[in-house]
């Protein structure tokens, strides 16, 4: 039987041991290496090292390689004080990771030598509550949420492909949506535009979709828009956003909001339906397609299903 | 109900680019066909002769009208100067 003390101790015959110094300076000469939090979640959230990776010592093994998959890769791996952070370096070394390095002092020297540290924004227990679901995929995690509640989505048109899309993105947390459509909740629309509800018939799309995403989400901002977009005001509107998802249902809207996504270099999700068929897409400004590279112009209006 | 596959397809590819995760469906464009229950996937280039964003674009601010073009597709593209 072993104590923790003599399990330390084989294991510092095995890894290397650095000090918060000698990393400071590694990362200011721009070595090429990865910084590995190896903390439990609360530990985390209170601060940690600029651009570490976050993975707690318990789903080590079990993750480590979603974040790191090149096993020659120098891994730093830290802990509080830098005795959890041996022995996971050593579970990597175990896992075949030929490069794995203890951070002496760990967390603890690291502040204490005035080092910068970084925390994200922290969450509410009821947003820990409400998300914890996303916690445990860990491509999201904590950190992917963080980036959720801070984007800023705008979703053009609040019927068939925005409800669901609206739906979804509320849900998950996107902090900030905007929502834009000029129409009216008809009851024809009811059938599939899971957004509107039957009492909102004849009220704007947009207030009864703030409604319902609110409903689902309370923890978000929307801010509704009861216009139709148009040349005039769409760069004053695209400009609050970082991301436009298109579900809108006319070429001239689908023209415009391509135009001035490229022109002020926004991404789109791009959806479009018509009877049994639909398509997605993702359209970034020239690392691939914008729509007009698939289509030029509209089809002559004769030709267009209405 | 496809209007809601499309849709929650797109929200999905919208919080993979968010969160910065998987593939993102730059270049690729998915075709859902519902009474088939088929799933097509496409590769799409940029056009490097795009008039928007290709490597000498002619449109280069936003067109006045869009209905209005939308009704006379000639005036989508406007000719090079």
């Known amino acids: ?306 | 109900m496809l209007p809601g596959v499309i849709g929650v397809m797109m929200a999905t590819e919208a919080i993979k680019y968010i969160i910065g995760i998987g593939e993102p469906l730059i270049g690729r464009l998915i075709l859902y066909e519902a009474l088939g229950m088929t799933y097509r996937e496409m590769r799409i280039n940029r056009d490097e002769n795009c008039p928007l964003c290709g490597d000498n674009p002619v449109i280069t601010k936003l067109i006045d009208d869009y209905d209005a073009a939308a009704e006379n597709p000639e005036t989508f593209a406007p000719a090079a100067d």
């Open chain 1, 1 to 306: 039987m072993k104590s923790y003390r003599q399990i330390v101790e084989e294991a510092k015959t095995e890894i290397p041991e650095v000090t918060v110094d000698e990393i400071k300076s590694e990362q200011e000469k721009d070595s090429d290496f990865v910084l590995l939090d190896v903390r439990d979640e609360d530990e985390y959230r209170a601060g940690y090292i600029a651009n570490a990776v976050h993975v707690t010592r318990g789903m080590l093994e079990f993750s480590v390689e979603n974040y790191i998959p090149d096993r020659d890769q120098k891994v730093v791996v830290y802990c509080a004080a830098g005795l959890r952070s041996l022995l996971a370096a050593k579970s990597l070394r175990e896992m075949g990771y030929t490069d794995t390095v203890s951070l002496a002092g760990g967390y603890r020297d690291w502040t204490a030598a005035g080092f910068p540290t970084e925390q994200d924004k922290p969450m509410s227990h009821e947003q820990l509550d409400r998300y914890s679901r996303h916690f445990m995929l860990t491509e999201v995690g904590e950190q992917g949420q963080a980036k959720l509640l801070d984007a800023k989505v705008l979703m053009v048109g609040a019927g068939g492909l925005g409800s669901p899309a609206g739906v979804y993105l509320g849900a998950a947390g996107v902090g900030h949506m905007g929502i834009i459509d000029s129409d009216v909740v008809e009851l024809s629309n009811l059938q599939r535009q899971i957004l509107h509800r039957t009492e909102s018939v004849g009220t704007p799309k947009v207030q009864s979709a703030t409604t319902t995403i609110k409903s689902l989400n309370p923890d978000i901002d929307i801010t509704p828009y009861n216009l139709r977009l148009t040349a005039d005001n769409v760069e004053e509107i695209f400009s609050e956003y970082d991301l436009i998802v298109d579900g809108c249902d006319n070429f001239a809207t689908r023209f415009l909001v391509n135009d001035a996504a490229v022109l002020m270099n926004k991404p789109i999700v791009h959806g479009s339906i018509f009877q049994f068929e639909g398509q997605v897409s993702l359209f970034k400004p020239h690392e691939g397609p914008c729509y007009r590279c698939m289509y030029p112009t509209p089809p002559p209006p004769g030709l267009v299903p209405s």
